[in-house]
């Protein structure tokens, strides 16, 4: 069974701040989600990597296989990047897309003015 | 942009009820998924769905739940004689391969 492991779990910061948030996981994996939950709860897609380094807009993900260690980073961070940041990973169990996720605790994140 | 959508937003039910959770997953997705959240946990695995059958569940899905996909669209979630603690966010998701893809969820709360 995964665990999954992501720091800090609280973080405050002012805006315009550099903001890294960490996940590991002790089992290999076949890919590792980011995902965006807002206070209404809603769950958003950020990032799916299997490998290397993603970039959409100010947000930067970036994966270590060998390590078992991703993090998600925000350059210029806006208070409305407030909200919990979650790391969910898909084992590499070989059974195709069907594959649950697990989850981490997730990373409360304020940005403020 | 295609999304996956749910009805209802939130559902409040008696002990012992049964509810039927909705979900329309995106239309050329072929995987489904049930995860639920209890407040202040985290998000949880509890049923995957493929090619018209169960392809993983966890030790949380047992024999109170069912899925369905009773026609092309919807994909749906049973949950039989409600108990207290299944009170939750109930989230569907979906995927054409690997990426999953969420719906906003349903709120289940259980009195």
């Known amino acids: 069974k995964n665990e999954v492991e992501q720091s800090p779990q609280n973080l405050t910061a002012q805006e315009g701040e550099f903001i890294t948030i960490n996940c590991s996981y002790s089992?290999?994996?076949?890919?590792l989600h980011w995902l965006q939950q807002h206070p209404g709860g809603g769950i958003v897609s950020l990032f799916m990597l299997s490998s290397g380094k993603k970039k959409h807009g100010r947000l930067i993900a970036t994966i270590n296989i060998q390590e078992k260690h991703s993090s998600l980073h925000i350059t210029a961070s806006h208070p409305r990047d407030s909200a919990v940041y979650i790391c969910?990973?898909?084992?590499?169990?070989?059974?195709?897309?069907?594959?649950?996720?697990?989850f981490g605790k997730g990373t409360h994140l304020i940005i403020q003015p | 942009e295609p999304e996956v959508t749910q009805t209802p937003s939130h559902q409040v039910t008696q002990m012992g009820q049964e509810v039927i959770l909705r979900c329309v997953p995106i239309s050329n997705h072929l995987y489904f998924y049930w995860y639920r959240q209890i407040l202040g946990q985290k998000v949880e695995f509890l049923v995957s769905f493929y090619n018209n059958e169960i392809s993983e569940k966890s030790e949380i899905f047992d024999d109170q739940f069912s899925v369905e996909r009773p026609d092309g669209s919807n994909f749906t979630l049973k949950i039989r004689s409600t108990k207290l603690e299944d009170s939750a966010m109930y989230f569907c998701a979906s995927s054409e391969r690997v990426a999953q893809f969420f719906g906003p969820g349903t709120r289940l709360t259980v009195l």
């Open positions: 969910a990973v898909r084992s590499g169990g070989g059974r195709g897309g069907a594959d649950g996720l697990t």
């Open positions: 089992v290999g994996i076949s890919a």
